[in-house]
């Protein structure tokens, strides 16, 4: 038992002799709980479990803050009072150092990592070096010396930290005043002084994430389906979302797989991140450039694409679950191959995907493309119409686009999903040439400092929302490009070009919006009223969580995608929410969607005037077709999972010896037998010890 002195122990058992008279203030003295603790927490796919967890009633240790790699040796092998929860600042979270420390868990009770308040200086990457490599179209079936990253090592940073399992609970602690309290209570109780033995009490720590799930996706869920209480414990969750997507035509959403006649141009990007701690994904290169680029070239497109409509529809598509091999592209591909799905397969004649592209050196951007796919000669010269439309969609801006000029695969892409269907011309817009310029990939680092978006000192909040960054200029001529390129891709003219530009206005409003703070007057304008309570003071949180629940990002990208592309319907606002343009119509739903935005305040006043957006926005699922197919153990699509769990949370406080713990616990057994003893005796005495003087029965009152 964890008691903490002798003045402590006496306290605890005063307040149990006289209950309810200043436990509470007893236990806070004890304790002092961590505010703003981030996990690490344990996900499951078809073969194996990664993450972390903590024993049933959280893990204790002794405090102790790792100065160097070369004290993880004290820790594992000579430091005097294990099991030692080891502190580290954010340059010793490094693979070296876990995978030392998770080889000698039986002396390490879990780990907290101090988030820095500045990226670091080197690059950091918990990701894998071949991202989605088993899932993706490179494979022993398609082109075996492509596969495993043979050609190109896209992530060369990467650790795999993130897909490791360690038995002991891994946190993030902000470098706040809490982690202060730590440092003291270390300094003050546990640090060595002149090669001297540090004297208890000592400062411990422990923390709780227990998980539910265990073994891999297939046993979690069947643990799921076998129990048969009215309500059943869930122990792990399928990753997923929704999808968002819209179309520069209406679709009938309720024609599901039919062919249309005319074609479609995909244009892609995802939405999604990860890091190695839950719900920290700040993705701003890995996702944020390039869906924001998409959301900005699809409003540029608004007015080009309804008074010169193309020939072709475009299709702008925002895949969810990317990061855990491809959950959304798998999905739509799925739905699109087995009638499930607005546009058939058939109907899609090119994809261009966004991917990295907020860190461009010299104004470069590069046009990645399948090279076994354009061995057929119909792909390969719609690529090349594909590449030219991009190149003359960049001229006369300050971008240029470039081929590799070498043969390599496609890098990581929710297009490889297309290409396993079947061969579709097709290209990835990144930043990078070979390697990843993104040195965070997948890390806490990639944020808005990583993005360079900085804004002058003494800006209000409404200030920074409408300044101009550097990082917004450069994405506002992307989107352009990319805006141009899907117009002549689906069959406009080129001389409607210099009529198309994005608004940097638009991109660095969304740049703030998703890296800075959610909860500002632009977002709030659109967005129905009864989303207000979501939007936060923080950045978007990009991690995808558990199937069949929207995210905020699901949320903000559908309302932003239906304000910049749709239109203002002059309905009511019941009309609007019950998704009709009147009374006696009831076919506009299968064409469009409505939504209710609560729009912005008049001057002098603080009531909004809402107005009805019609679009063609939708939605659909991003859960992995395995899930559906209950195949657990496939091979084919995402089978990723997230173990459930009851209590995340952190505490510190002092501890006593060993020694003082067994004479506790021997006084208490003593006292518990001396009580039974004593018990007993007056039981068995009881007719002496407790009898009094009985009056006459026949005594009147």
């Not at 988030?115 to 071949?130: D, I």
């Not at 002149?194 to 004297?199: A, D, F, I, K, R």
Request: aromatic share 10%; proline share 5%; net charge negative.
């Amino acid at each position: 038992m964890d008691l903490l002195s002798n003045k402590w122990i006496v306290n605890l058992l005063v307040c149990c002799l006289f209950i309810g008279v200043g436990c509470n203030s007893v236990e806070k003295k004890i304790y002092v709980h961590l505010n703003y603790t981030v996990p690490c927490v344990r996900l499951l796919n078809a073969t194996h479990q990664i993450g972390c967890q903590s024993h049933l009633s959280g893990n204790v240790g002794v405090l102790h803050v790792l100065e160097s790699e070369e004290n993880v040796d004290w820790v594992l092998r000579s430091g005097p009072n294990p099991p030692y929860l080891v502190i580290l600042e954010s340059p010793l979270f490094t693979r070296s150092i876990m995978m030392k420390l998770k080889n000698g868990s039986s002396r390490v009770a879990g780990v907290a990592v101090v988030a820095p308040s500045a990226n670091p200086l080197e690059g950091v990457s918990p990701h894998t070096t071949c991202p989605n490599e088993n899932t993706g179209v490179y494979t022993e079936n398609y082109d075996p010396s492509l596969a495993h990253c043979n050609v190109t090592v896209w992530n060369p940073l990467g650790s795999g930290l993130s897909y490791e399992q360690f038995d002991f609970p891994i946190f993030s602690l902000k470098d706040d005043n809490d982690t202060q309290v730590i440092r003291q209570c270390y300094m003050d109780h546990n640090r060595a002084v002149n090669g001297s033995t540090p004297q208890y009490p000592l400062c411990a720590m422990q923390l709780y994430s227990h998980m539910s799930a265990v073994t891999d996706t297939a046993t979690c869920m069947r643990r799921n389906d076998i129990n048969f209480s009215i309500s059943p414990e869930m122990v792990c969750d399928p990753l997923g979302d929704y999808n968002v997507w819209a179309s520069t035509r209406p679709i009938n959403n309720t024609a599901k797989g039919h062919k249309m006649w005319e074609s479609v141009v995909i244009a892609a990007a995802r939405l999604d991140s990860r890091s190695f701690f839950f719900e920290v994904a700040p993705g701003a290169e890995s996702g944020v450039s390039g869906f924001v680029t998409l959301l900005a070239a699809a409003h540029a497109l608004r007015n080009a694409t309804q008074e010169a409509p193309p020939n072709r529809t475009i299709l702008y598509t925002f895949f969810q679950g990317e990061t855990f091999d491809y959950i959304g592209s798998s999905r739509m591909v799925y739905d699109m191959q087995n009638n499930n799905f607005a546009v058939d397969l058939d109907n899609v004649h090119s994809v261009l995907e966004i991917g990295q592209v907020g860190l461009r050196a010299d104004s470069r951007l590069w046009l990645h493309s399948d090279p076994v796919s354009r061995k057929n000669d119909s792909v390969n010269a719609e690529v090349r119409k594909l590449i030219e439309s991009l190149q003359t969609a960049a001229k006369g801006l300050n971008v240029s686009v470039n081929e590799p000029g070498f043969s390599q695969p496609l890098p990581p892409s929710s297009f490889q999903r297309f290409l396993r269907a079947r061969p579709i011309p097709g290209v990835v817009i990144e930043d990078h040439q070979s390697a990843f310029t993104n040195r965070f990939y997948e890390s806490m680092y990639d944020n808005a400092e990583y993005l360079n978006i900085s804004y002058p000192p003494n800006l209000t909040p409404e200030e920074q929302l409408v300044f101009v960054t550097d990082t917004a200029k450069a994405l506002t001529e992307v989107a352009t490009v990319v805006a141009r390129a899907l117009y002549i891709q689906a069959g406009g003219a080129e001389s409607q070009l210099e009529g198309i530009n994005a608004d940097p206005q638009i991109v660095t409003r969304m740049l703030y919006g998703f890296l800075i703070r959610s909860n500002n007057s632009w977002f709030q304008q659109r967005i129905p009223p009864d989303f207000m309570s979501h939007l936060t003071d923080r950045p978007t949180n990009f991690y995808v969580g558990v199937a069949q629940q929207r995210s905020e990002l699901t949320h903000l990208v559908q309302y932003l995608l239906a304000n910049l592309t749709g239109s203002t319907a002059n309905i009511s606002q019941d009309n609007c929410q019950n998704q009709r343009e009147d009374e006696k119509d009831k076919e506009s739903k299968h064409m469009y969607s409505y939504v209710w935005v609560q729009g912005a305040a008049p001057p002098n006043s603080t009531k909004r005037e809402g107005f009805c957006v019609r679009s063609t926005v939708r939605l659909s699922k991003a859960l992995s077709p395995a899930f559906d197919l209950r195949d657990y153990t496939s091979k084919n699509y995402s089978t990723w999972t997230e173990s459930r769990w009851k209590s995340i949370k952190g505490r510190i406080f002092l501890v006593a010896s060993h020694d003082l713990e067994m004479l506790t616990l021997g006084v208490g057994v003593a006292v518990l037998l001396a009580s039974l003893l004593l018990t007993y005796i007056m039981s068995s005495k009881a007719d002496i010890l407790f009898s009094s003087g009985r009056e006459p029965a026949n005594a009147t009152y």
